[in-house]
């Protein structure tokens, strides 16, 4: 198989990556080892930076957060929510960074208006009333999942092909090039071998690890940081704490939820990261100051993403390490075609891929201009079941008597599941619990998938996407990937849930018994 | 009297008629206060009314919904090498080695086979058959086409059960519109070990064009005949040389007996129940049969209101406050409290971020040092989660201890799935710790009440 472009993970910046190739008119194949965001693109607050967080510690990060803030919100208007945001100070807070930040936020061209403590709590009512300080921000929301599976969408239409769960295996180099690259699906174990003129290595976290493969040093450190959602949104607008940055200072409102978030933990390896009890409890103590319902806040799931931290300063604070992002050709260490991306943020994922582009058109000799600066993203209709309360709308006016609910929580009909699973056939992806999850709200709600998810995977089986032992394991597998970021929030309400869904899943199927004996378990 | 009207509401304007029309200063006065309407709850009320004491019970909603309806005893331990038990009592026996302080372990064999039988009788002269075989779990599918141990079955899943060990030739027919249940992925998991199964599909009658068909719904439609005559015809035609058909448990929500007898004979072959996800229609004939059996021999239901804080009486007993948008508006005055409110979902037991508590009485609950020893971090590990054994401790009478490990009060009592040291959802031992601490609670009241 030959392919102009190879970019190797479907993040938000691969993704983005792939549509402004494809834009320009190249040929690209994208490759990722599991499915769309299952890195930090999916695993981040879903904030649109106003840049007012980086203010202080790098004024350059917010210099083109500002900016690609406002880009996005007029060509992909779709994914994001114009929240607004504010930065709050309580009583203790450090004061002398209070008094400099309305400079600094001058400086780096963020802006942001001084508010009357009334007026802010009018605002939000939510917020706490030992508040010392209020500055109203351009803060968004944005849904990060739309995001890459729009980008997705439309470098598709362009001729960008995708492969999910396939990986790379090992790059064979000769010549000073990349020759080719080995890749295996990591379902059925098949490889499959690719020509590229040019590799793109966007794999985030894990890019340090690819490049190891291809013989190349990339030093990374992985920052694990943990959200929580709270099961009813608090606020209107993002609530920033007016501080140095540190563990559970914004509060990101999205849809019918917020979203806490977040700490900053380093991990070993980027694979292994899970949101634990003691970051959840840390949060909630800390951010209780800021918003004090959240100590008595009922919250449906935790969920973390690891930061790939390139050049971190040995022995400094991850915090302080710059959250801008990393280019690298790789000509200077041999290999001539092969480029890393990463680090940056959601906010700023469309510069870096147009950054990107740019270095892949310089190394083809080729003269392509950027149209994503001024191309509106376009509303793909196959993945606008991410958005919610979206499911239930277009439910309501479709008037199909025969258009059931599946997922009772967030109204989620057949119809949607039926598109979902379109879709993914189209992209040769297997239609699975897992994947349907990503591209919907099924699981999201309150019962976290225990009714709708042996429902919809019968419905698969029905329908002929999986055989009978592979929708017991699917059912299985999606149980287990909602635990991780379950079993952190099990206390009152959630805990009955939970026992609800064990009674359910092992009393009753008896799901916990041997697994792959086929109708023995 | 409470009763179940006829969609099978229960009475709720009779029973606040009742509370309200008594003068203000009176209490309701009783021998046992029960406090829950789930399966030990239930249990505990059969037990005491038939050892002639008189009973008031305290609950909400339909807890037995979310029931299979099936009685599980013992068939897992989970530290034991040995997976499973086809004979629950060798189970015990090692139970009773390896984990002496587990609830089930604490029982007399005999006394677990006389709660079995006890509540069978009675389940059977209010009209709702279960069968068991005394010495070994039977197997019965599950609507994933799972396979899932028990002990005691309604009489419907019992042909189920007859038919899969003697492999008949059987067909297994889904529902339109029944989401969750689907024949065909039953048929494919079990065919390797059951050759001769098939699947088939009927339109219910009444619900073709419906896009959803709910099981209390497709169940109580058969209480008309001409419903019944209707399904039978289509069940006809499915038959292809079966000997036996499998249905989702939607074979009638009253008087199911006699729907299911009828059903029969109509169509010639017998029809056997496959439990279904919750709502749980066999789950929903139980808690009506019990709770219509216990209200005809005089218990006073207060499924309408909520229970307060406790408090011990000058008597020895208690007074139970009876609450009404968070007003005590009577009192209960019994001799004896049986907590039977079930854990986390039942309310027995709350969970806050950092500690277990039992609300009513503020027993201490044994449980992990910290949430961080709650759960583990793969939700199917075989060992269970921690938190699952949290609970209260008792001494051998099922009185809760207070922090000196002592019984709290001399007739508090504490039954079902609330206890400590058991997991009753891993070890499938859900209804075999319900009725037998049920009834062991209701002797221990009996002995201290006639010494």
Known sequence: MKTQVLIIGGGATGTGLARDLALRGLQCLLVEKKDINAGASGGNHGLLHSGARYVASDPEAARECREEGELLKHLAPHCIEKTGGLFVAVEGDDEDYIARFPGLCEKAGVPARALDLKEARLLEPALSKKLIAAYAVEDGSIDPFRLSLDNLAQAGEHGADLLCFTRVAAFEIGNSKIQSVKLENTLSGESLSVEADIIINAAGAWAGLVAGLAGLSVPVLYSKGSLIITQERMNHRVINRLRPASNADILVPGGTVSILGTTSIRIEHPDHAYPTVEEIEIMIEDAKAMIPALETARYIRAYCGVRPLVGSPGGGEDRKVTRGFVLLDHSAQGLNNFITITGGKLTTFRLMAEKTADLVCDHLGLIRPCLTRTEPLPASSSVRWTEPAGAPRVWLTGHDPQDTVLCECEMVPRSAIDSIVDALKNQGIKADLLAIGLRSRIGKGRCQGSFCAPRIAASLYQQGEMSASQTIDGLREFIRNRWKGLQPVLWGDQLAQAELSEAVHCGFLGLEGEEGENGRV | ?451
């Open chain 2, 1 to 451: 009297m409470d009763f179940w009207d006829w969609k099978g509401r229960r009475g709720k304007t009779a029973e606040f008629e009742k509370v309200n029309r008594m003068p203000e200063r009176e209490t309701i006065k009783a021998d046992l206060t029960i406090i829950g309407n789930g399966l030990a709850g239930l249990g505990a009320a059969l037990y005491a009314l038939n050892r002639g004491l008189s009973v008031v019970q305290f609950g909400s909603g339909y807890p037995l919904s979310l029931v299979s309806g099936c009685f599980d005893l013992f068939s897992v331990c989970p530290s034991a090498g040995k997976k499973e038990w086809d004979n629950p009592w060798e189970g015990l026996k090692v139970l009773r080695n390896d984990h002496p302080e587990h609830p089930l372990a604490r029982i007399e064999e005999v006394e677990i086979r006389q709660a079995f039988e006890e509540f069978s009788v009675g389940l059977g002269e209010a009209g709702l058959s279960y069968v068991q075989d005394p010495e070994r779990n039977r197997e019965i599918i599950t609507p994933l086409g799972t396979i899932k141990k028990t002990f005691g079955l309604p009489r419907s899943m019992w042909l189920g059960a007859e038919a899969l060990e003697r492999k008949a030739m059987g067909r297994i027919i889904e529902i339109e519109g029944l989401e969750g249940f689907k024949a065909p992925l039953i048929v494919d998991r079990l065919k390797p070990h059951w050759k001769g199964l098939s699947a088939g599909r009927i339109q219910f009658p009444g619900f073709e064009s419906r896009p959803r068909a709910l099981a209390e719904h497709l169940a109580s439609s058969l209480i008309l005949s001409a419903n019944r005559e209707k399904l039978a015809q289509r069940l006809r035609r499915e038959i292809n040389g079966a000997e036996v058909m499998g249905l989702p448990a939607v074979l009638g929500l009253f008087k199911s007996s006699a729907v299911m007898e009828d059903l029969r004979e109509q169509i010639g072959i017998p029809l056997f129940e496959i439990p279904t996800l919750p709502p749980s229609v066999p789950g929903l004939r139980l808690q009506e049969t019990l709770e219509r059996k216990a209200a005809e021999k005089g218990t006073y239901h207060l499924f309408r209101h909520r229970v307060g804080k406790a408090e011990p009486g000058k008597d020895g007993g208690f007074k139970v406050p009876i609450l009404h948008d968070g007003e005590t508006i009577r009192t209960v005055s019994s001799r004896a409290v049986i907590l039977a409110g079930g854990r986390f979902l039942g309310g027995g037991l709350q969970a806050d971020r950092k500690t277990v508590r039992e609300p009513l009485f503020g027993l201490p609950v044994s449980q992990p040092d910290s949430r961080s020893g709650w759960h583990r971090s793969d939700f199917f590990n075989r060992q269970g989660h921690e938190i699952n054994r949290a609970g209260l401790e008792v001494d051998d009478r099922f009185r809760p201890f207070n922090r000196q490990k002592e019984p709290a009060y001399e007739t508090l009592f504490a039954v079902g799935s609330i206890l400590a040291h058991q997991d009753w959802k891993r070890e499938k031992c859900g209804s075999g710790l319900a009725l037998a601490t049920a009834l062991g609670a209701v002797k221990a009241f009996l002995g201290i009440k006639n010494k």
